[in-house]
Each structure stands twice: as structure tokens, then as C-alpha cells.
């Protein structure tokens, strides 16, 4: 019988992927951990290996076909003995939702999250025909032949869509093929029927945008030929749906603290200074950041009624201060995660948050290392801005936000004095972590701060 190949899911918040590449052809054949092809998700680029063995008797998808839903059908294989060209005209079914667990790894790199391959048994399933083609502005009736831009050029073209071969994935309508029928002198949509005169224009007030407005609604608030369109890639759209998420279903409280900084930048400067080297190189070279990811650990460890995530049923109460940070790589953000934080050394943080920043702008983290966490930081200090409050990220209940170290006056004992000061606004999902408990969990953290040599002991 035939053997579906479909799309895996390659993290639990994964909902469509990229087929960027193909490494198998039809007639080809493969075996148990074979790659068959490479998937990009928000995060990172997989590849996703065979559980079976047999012939490539179809590849669905076509490479490079963005948001390919999790579990559709993406190739069919051939089982040993069976005729390939059977196989390809009666697998391909709607997959069933019991999958199979399959490895997959990232790309250029050693190891695992897993995906899935179903098998499914040989029925024929008649494809649904493709809508029928509409004319020119008919929007509602036309969603999934054409795309919004392409619908609104060939209107203000005069092309009838019914007219157009669309070039875009499945044959979807897109720009290019509108601008193609426009140089060709493409078929016009039929002139409307004549009507009664319209009354004299009057000036009207733009449009308001309404919540959940179309792409189209949009676009009218703008002068034509005023901008650009760029498609969203696949981690803008996560981040997009998982920020809203958070900001619709976490009550964000904020707490502010100023911590004085002068001993910490001593201490770092001493002991880097001190640090051992290798090959007439460093062994470690501490940031602040690593010693502000090591501060929120211990913290976490010292209040640990505030190092916990919430469920409808539950609270999780984590035994670990697990550290997410994050790292702003080209088209968005990711936060590799610095596991037992509290129990690690300044240098090995310092070495990890080095070697995972530099995987996470190839886009080379593993899912494990960049998925879960108990609590997250992010440092925008080094682009100068003073303090902000970021957005927790579930299933975290806490985020502490850093700005920028800087030198202010202060008043000691009476005294106007000129120290290094730092501004920090730890977010709380108030359902877990209230006032008073967000407000002991920053007091830990300003305490290791201004007294760094208690990170040492």
C-alpha cells in the first residue's frame, strides 16, 4: 500500500512550514533515516528523514511552497513490490491524524526534534475541483485562486481573472502573472451595464480601519505606488500570533527597580582580568548580560514562589531557574535558553551564551534549546534606551526587561553622588506572580546586582 509522507510538526507551536528543498526525486529509492527533504519553520531549517522503506512514487509539494500545513500529504512512497505509478495515483489522501514519530535534526548539525510520517491505506480520494474563476472585484466569492494583490491589480486593470493562468502555488493567481496579462493586453472584464448617473463626488472622510480589516481595506488608506509589499515569512507570523496571544490572555503587572551597577562592572573587569588563556586567548570574556542571566537565576532560586508557570488546572512550580535571552537575529527574535542557570558558573554561562547566540542568527538551534524555559531577559541596553517593559512569553510568568547602565546622580547620606545606574522593569503574569511577589523577586535580583561577589559563592 501506499505511504503518505506529511508535513511534520517540528515544535508544538508549529502549525504550517516552508518546503524549501527537495533532496529525493520521483523514482528514487530510499530507506529508514534517508533524508528526504529540508523544512523551514519559524525558527530554523530541518531535515526531515524516512521511517520507511520504498519508492519515491510522488512529490506532492513542490519545493519552495510556503505555509504547508502540519499533517497534509507532502510526498507518497511506493512499498517494496508495489507499482510505483498505483501508489501515486491512489495514495495522497487526507492523513490521519495518528502519526508516526520520525527524527529529524537541524540543518548542519547533530540532532532531534521530532517529526511525523503516516501511512494511511490506498483509497482513491477525489480531489475537490478547483473554485471557479470570478470577474474582476468579485472578492468574497474568489479567496483561494488568487491572491489579494493580484484580484486588486487586475482590477484596476480591467483584467478578467477568469482569463489568467496563475503561476502561484496549487495555480493560485499571483502579481507576476497579472503584470504579465497586462504586457500581453490580456482579455478585459466586460464593461457594468449602464447605469443612472451617479450624483457629484463630495469629499469624504477616510475610511476608519476596522479590527481584523482586510488586506485590501488596508492598502485603500494608502496613495497607490506609495509603498511596498513584503509577505510576511514564517517567524514574523509566529511571533505576530504569539505576541497577541500573550498581551489577550496574560494580565501584565510591572515592577521598576534602579540597581547600581559600579561593583558589578569592578568585579567583571577583575575577573576577566584574571581569566585563564589558551592559545594566547581568554578562556571567557564576561558581559554584563551574562551577570545579569546569572543575578535572575539566583533570584529565581531565592523566591522560588515566583519561578512558575500557569495552566488552567495548575501551577507549575519549576526546580530549575531554566533562562531564556533574548537574541535578535535577521526577521525577528529567538531565546535560546541557559538550562540550571542558577547552578552554573559566570564563565560557563558566558561560553553557552556565546556559542548559542552565534547557532541562533544561523539559524542552527535544535528546537530543545530554544523551546520551554522558566523566565526570560532581554537587554536592549547596549542600543542605548534607558527602560522599556517587555511582553512575557508563554508559558514563562516573568520577563525582566534591562535597559541601559548609565551615569546619574544620586543622594547618599545627604550627598549628591555620580554612579553607574541601570534601570530594570520585571513583567509578572499577574494570575501567578502578584505585586508583592514580583516586587520580592526584583529586590533579590537589584541585591546580587549591587553585590556581585555573592554570585561567586
Given at each position: 500500500m ?5 508535513m511534520?510538526?517540528?515544535?508544538p ?8 528543498k527537495?533532496?529525493?526525486?520521483e ?27 520504498g519508492?519515491?512514487?510522488?512529490l506532492?509539494?513542490a ?6 500545513k ?19 495515483s ?6 490521519p ?7 529529524a ?24 475541483a ?26 484596476e ?13 496549487h ?20 464593461a ?11 469629499a ?20 497607490p ?10 517567524m ?19 515592577v521598576?527597580?534602579?540597581c ?5 562592572l569592578a ?40 519561578n ?7 501551577m ?10 533574548a537574541?535578535?537575529?535577521p ?19 558566558s ?21 520551554g ?7 536592549m ?15 514563562h ?6 535597559g541601559?547602565?548609565e ?9 549628591m ?18 505585586g508583592?511577589?514580583g ?13 556581585p ?5
Amino acid at each position: 500500500m501506499p505511504i503518505n509522507i506529511t508535513m511534520p510538526a517540528l515544535s508544538p507551536t508549529m502549525e504550517e512550514g516552508n518546503l524549501s528543498k527537495w533532496l529525493v526525486k520521483e523514482g528514487d529509492k530510499v530507506k529508514s533515516g534517508d533524508v528526504l527533504a529540508e523544512i523551514e519553520t519559524d525558527k530554523a531549517t530541518m531535515e526531515v528523514e524516512s521511517v520507511d522503506e520504498g519508492v519515491v512514487a510522488k512529490l506532492v509539494v513542490a519545493a519552495g511552497t510556503e505555509g504547508v500545513k502540519v499533517n497534509a500529504v507532502i510526498a507518497i512512497l511506493a512499498a517494496e513490490g508495489e507499482d510505483v505509478g498505483a501508489a501515486a495515483s491512489s495514495g495522497g489522501g487526507a492523513a490521519p491524524a495518528k502519526t508516526e514519530a520520525a527524527p529529524a535534526k537541524v540543518e548542519a548539525a547533530a540532532a532531534a526534534a521530532p517529526v511525523t510520517e503516516t501511512k494511511s491505506e490506498a483509497v482513491a480520494t477525489p480531489q475537490p475541483a478547483p473554485p471557479a474563476a470570478t470577474a474582476v472585484g468579485d472578492d468574497d466569492s474568489y479567496p483561494l485562486a488568487a491572491s489579494p494583490l493580484a484580484r486588486r491589480l487586475a482590477k484596476e486593470a480591467g483584467i478578467d481573472l477568469k482569463t489568467v493562468a496563475g503561476s502561484g502555488p496549487h495555480g493560485r493567481v499571483i502579481k507576476r502573472d497579472i503584470e504579465a496579462t497586462v504586457a500581453g493586453g490580456g482579455a478585459k472584464a466586460p464593461a457594468p451595464a449602464a447605469s443612472a448617473p451617479a450624483p457629484a463626488a463630495t469629499a469624504a472622510p477616510a475610511p476608519a480601519l476596522a479590527k481584523g480589516a482586510s488586506e485590501e481595506a488596508v492598502l485603500k488608506l494608502f496613495e497607490p505606488g506609495s509603498y511596498d509589499l513584503v509577505p510576511h515569512d514564517g517567524m514574523r507570523k509566529i511571533i505576530a500570533k504569539r505576541l497577541v496571544e500573550s498581551k489577550q490572555t496574560i494580565p501584565h503587572f510591572y515592577v521598576t527597580v534602579d540597581c547600581e551597577i559600579d561593583a558589578l562592572l569592578a568585579l567583571r573587569a577583575q575577573l576577566n582580568d584574571a581569566a585563564p588563556r589558551k592559545d594566547s586567548a581568554a578562556t571567557y570574556k564576561l558581559s554584563v548580560n551574562d551577570m545579569i542571566i546569572k543575578a535572575m537565576a539566583l533570584a529565581l532560586r531565592d523566591v522560588p514562589d515566583a519561578n512558575v508557570s500557569w495552566t488552567e488546572t495548575n501551577m507549575v512550580k519549576h526546580k530549575h531557574a531554566d533562562v531564556g535571552v533574548a537574541v535578535s537575529i535577521p526577521g525577528g527574535l529567538i531565546t535560546p535558553i541557559i538550562r540550571h542557570a542558577e547552578e552554573k558558573t559566570l564563565s560557563a554561562i558566558s561560553n553557552e551564551m556565546k556559542d548559542l547566540g552565534r547557532r541562533a542568527k544561523d539559524r542552527k538551534l535544535k528546537p530543545e534549546e530554544f523551546q520551554g524555559g522558566t523566565t526570560s531577559v532581554s537587554n536592549m541596553g547596549m542600543m542605548g534606551v534607558k527602560n522599556f517593559a517587555a511582553v512575557i512569553n508563554p508559558p514563562h510568568a516573568t520577563i525582566l526587561a534591562v535597559g541601559a547602565g548609565e551615569e546619574r546622580v544620586i543622594v547618599k547620606n545627604g550627598e549628591m553622588k555620580i554612579a553607574n545606574v541601570m534601570s530594570v522593569t520585571l513583567s509578572t503574569d499577574h494570575r501567578c506572580v502578584d505585586g508583592a511577589l514580583g516586587a520580592e523577586l526584583l529586590g533579590a535580583f537589584k541585591r546580587y546586582i549591587e553585590n556581585p561577589l555573592g554570585m561567586l559563592v
